[in-house]
């Protein structure tokens, strides 16, 4: 089945403990992306990434680090994680670089006390 | 920076009825629009999508329609269903740019 996968779809931890979040697609896509969803503000773009080893700013990357060092994985990393990056985590994947159509995985609720 | 946003928040439909749900945007230079459907305890699923340089495009069931004079983009869905029940996005994104901007989301309850 193609699908996004996240793993883990829930976690709480605390400030400053570092954290992975991880993405894996399997349909061969060249752009992955990482939102976060907060109540009244949508989806907001944290990284992106067009293809392999090339990855830019979204519009809230501050705190948070990604890697595309294969084309399937692109994770997301929190290196000391803090409570305003409470929130529910997406990772998408498009066939294309400009692609409209993104497929969403099923989200990561993250908890920071 | 500009973003998307949309009228309301929240919408309630009488099944069977038409919806309507509104979204108004600021960026002149974006060049397509697009409509995201997100159910309970899922990720977004892309619905539809309308370039600039159109006014009107048909999907199964919806409609999108583009006034590009007032900056408003809108989705009408034709006899709203229960499975309808969702949180929709609007969204818009530049040609040459590798980011997409969605606005807050309008949650739809349709009531049977």
């Known amino acids: 089945e193609a699908q996004v996968t996240q793993n883990p779809r829930y976690l709480i931890t605390v400030t400053g403990k570092k954290l992975t979040v991880t993405c894996s697609q399997n349909?061969?896509?060249?752009?992955m992306s990482w939102y976060r969803q907060d109540p009244g503000l949508g989806l907001r773009q944290i990284y992106y990434?067009?293809?392999?080893?090339?990855?830019d700013k979204g519009d809230v990357p501050e705190g948070y680090k990604v890697s595309r060092k294969e084309k399937r994985n692109f994770p997301l990393i929190l290196e000391s994680p803090s409570p305003n990056q409470t929130s529910l985590y997406f990772c998408?994947?498009?066939?294309?670089?400009?692609?409209?159509?993104?497929?969403f995985g099923p989200g990561t609720r993250l908890t920071v006390t | 920076g500009e973003s998307v946003g949309l009228h309301l928040p929240t919408l309630s439909v009488q099944e069977g009825d038409n919806s309507i749900i509104n979204c108004a945007y600021s960026?002149?230079?974006?060049?397509?629009f697009i409509w995201y459907k997100q159910e309970s305890g899922k990720g977004p699923q892309f619905i539809i999508d309308?370039?600039?340089?159109?006014d009107k495009r048909q999907g199964q069931r919806v409609t999108v329609l583009l006034n590009k004079t007032v900056k408003h983009l809108s989705l009408q869905i034709a006899a709203t269903q229960p499975g309808d029940s969702a949180v929709y996005f609007c969204a818009e994104t530049i040609t040459n740019d590798y980011k997409l901007s969605f606005g807050a989301g309008t949650t739809v309850t349709v009531r049977a």
């Open positions: 349909m061969n896509h060249e752009y």
């Open positions: 309308i370039r600039s340089n159109m």
């Open positions: 960026n002149s230079a974006s060049d397509y």
């Open positions: 998408a994947s498009s066939p294309r670089v400009r692609s409209r159509e993104q497929y």
């Open positions: 990434s067009m293809n392999v080893e090339v990855t």
